[in-house]
């Protein structure tokens, strides 16, 4: 019963290039969350998703940054031209579905390094 | 929107020594979550509050909601070195804003 995948978990990439990190959720989980979280600070949330829609984007960078749950296959949050600044530890989450209270659970995250 | 305030940022204490951490909303909630994330590690799940003064005990960890669904604290009695980490807590408000979280509480025991 695989929880939260999420992969890389590292990757390291240079100024300009493009970093792609994946999450696949819980079995049974239909809303991925992304956060970000930079070292000593706390989770900084960046999109809502369910399959095939966006349904809170407020979080996310208003360029370079974009996100997607395709109808198969992982979520995906894409970040384009990447620089220093973007550095950090991405955590992907998911919950089950119906509205109400929902509990994360998270992934171990894809920690990025931009040279 | 929604704000979630923790303190404090930062909590040393000696092991065997009590710890507390406070979480305040600018807005009611329909329901408060508590997350551990270790060192290195990932959030994980510890509970969630839903009924107005609410109280939840897990071994050394009390949990509590206020009466007016805008605050919350953990606390742990004496701590261990296992409780080392970071506390967040997550508020959910009554529309389709999800949960937000706070900056969480860095706890750092001295053995």
């Known amino acids: 019963n695989a929880g939260v995948m999420q992969n890389p978990r590292h990757l390291v990439r240079r100024r300009g290039q493009e970093a792609r990190l994946r999450c696949s959720p819980m079995k049974g989980h239909s809303h991925v969350y992304w956060y970000r979280q930079l070292p000593e600070e706390g989770l900084k949330f960046m999109v809502y998703?369910?399959?095939?829609?966006?349904?809170?984007e407020s979080g996310m960078p208003k360029e370079r940054f974009s996100a997607e749950f395709p109808k198969e296959g992982p979520s995906i949050l894409r970040i384009q031209q990447v620089v220093r600044g973007d550095s950090a530890a991405y955590f992907c989450?998911?919950?089950?579905?119906?509205?109400?209270?929902?509990?994360?659970?998270f992934g171990a995250g894809s920690r990025l390094t931009v040279l | 929107g929604q704000q979630v305030m923790q303190i404090p940022q930062y909590q040393h204490v000696q092991e065997g020594e009590d710890f507390t951490t406070y979480c305040n909303s600018s807005t009611t909630l329909s329901n408060i979550q508590w997350y551990k994330q270790r060192p290195g590690g990932h959030p994980v799940f510890l509970i969630q509050?839903?009924?107005?003064?609410e109280v939840k005990k897990q071994k050394r960890l009390t949990f509590q909601f206020g009466e007016a669904k805008k605050n919350s604290s953990l606390h742990i009695t004496a701590t261990q070195t296992t409780d080392v980490g970071t506390y967040f807590c997550a508020g959910e408000g009554g529309g389709a804003d999800g949960l937000t979280f706070g900056k969480g509480t860095h706890l750092i025991i001295q053995p």
């Open positions: 509050l839903v009924k107005s003064g």
């Open positions: 989450a998911s919950s089950p579905p119906g509205y109400g209270a929902n509990v994360l659970t």
């Open positions: 998703l369910q399959k095939e829609n966006i349904i809170d």
